[in-house]
Structure formats: C-alpha cells, structure tokens
C-alpha cells in the first residue's frame, strides 16, 4: 500500500474520503469541503439473495471501515471518513460497470426508455463508530435509438459508471424523469452526506439543518 502523502504548509482538510472519484471529491466541493482521497479497493461481489439496498450499505461500510483501518495503520491524524457506493438497480436486478461495449449496450437497452431505481449509501466512519444512509431515486430515460447508442458507447463515458450512464455526463440529454436526488445519482447524495457527517462533528447546515 503507497503511504498517504499529506499537504504540507497548510491545513489539513477535514476529511478522509475513500475513494478516487473525481465526482465525489467535487460534490464535496460543492458544499464547501475539501478532502483526502484514500481509495479503497474491496471485493464488491453481491452475496446470493442479496437486495439492492442491503448491497450498496454493505459496501459503503465496508469501505468506510477499510478507509478507517488504513487512517489508524499510517498513523495518520484522526479526522472523520466518508465512504460511499452507487448502484443501478432493474427488475430487482443489481447493474454494476459493464466490463465492455457489449454489456453497456446490453445495459442502455435495458434502460431505454423506462424508470430504474439508483441507489447510493454513505458511510461515515471515526473510530469504531459508523454511521450510514441510503439514498433512493429513480430515473427514467428516453428511448435510445441506435445512433443514440453507438454515439454514447463510442464516447467512452459508459465503462467505470453503473448502469452505464453517467447523469453529470453526456446522457445528461437521455433523462425525462428524476424523482430524487440529482447528487445521489451521481454518486454522493450531498443532504445524507451533510447530514451524517453532522453527527461526527462536521456540522456545515448549522444546527437547525439536521433537526426534525
């Protein structure tokens, strides 16, 4: 494992986000945090049986607690670390990365021009604690012609997105319907996340934002 470098001559963000997403790194952004990326490489295989939403908390946790094991190794300062996994889900059926042309096309087809569910887990781990949340939205896409098909696959955009789609990207121009959370979609639900990382100290709502 590469040891983690540290910024030097500055503060130190203030918080550990296990994953390389350059999305994720920028929907923080977004709300006004900065970070340390410690990418985590898991096994992601889905058990027999195992429901969507029962998969993507999984995976999140699982992350959250290897990011964390990985903080405590390095010896590096404790700060609290966020974890997160998206899925796209069809007839109950999990769609992960297609490994090819083949299986994005295959995916896209599927899609086309009817609602799936995306689901998206946070974690937040510091210390033994993990916190985590669920995100659920659902999308529908116009109909993909064929053209609409080869254009998309060709751009290359499909092949480390679930579902083979990104929402952020060019299929921004296939989505008719969105009921939920346009960040969740793209990999970060900002209102769960904030919301999480309220109860490990990092209150950027203020208190009355995650108050019922």
């Given at each position: ?17 296990a994953?390389a ?13 900065s ?12 058990l ?22 990985r ?11 966020l ?12 769609l ?34 993990v ?29 480390d997105k ?10 921004a ?22 919301r ?13 934002g995650?108050?019922?």
């Open positions: 494992m590469t040891h983690t470098s540290l910024p030097s001559g500055e503060a130190l963000p203030p918080l550990y986000l994953s997403s350059p999305r994720r790194r920028e929907l923080l952004a977004q709300i006004g945090l970070c340390i990326q410690l990418p985590m490489d898991i096994d992601e295989t889905v027999p049986d195992e429901a969507p939403a029962d998969y993507v908390l999984r995976l999140a946790a699982a992350k959250a607690r290897a990011g964390w094991a903080v405590a190794a390095e010896g590096l300062p404790a700060r609290p670390l974890a997160a996994d998206t899925t796209v889900t069809v007839d109950g059926e999990i992960g990365k297609p490994a090819d042309a083949f299986e994005a096309r295959a995916m896209l087809q599927r899609l086309s021009g009817r609602s799936h569910e995306v689901l998206t887990a946070v974690a937040v781990c510091h210390g033994v604690r916190d985590s949340a669920l995100s659920v939205s659902r999308v529908e896409l116009l109909p993909l012609t064929a053209a609409m098909l080869d254009g998309y696959i060709a751009s290359g955009e499909p092949f679930a579902g083979a789609y990104g929402i952020q990207g060019r299929a121009s296939f989505i008719a319907h969105l009921d939920g959370s346009y960040s969740g979609v793209m990999g970060l639900p900002l209102c769960e996340t904030a999480l990382l309220a109860m490990h100290g990092l209150d950027i709502l203020g208190s009355h995650h108050e019922q």
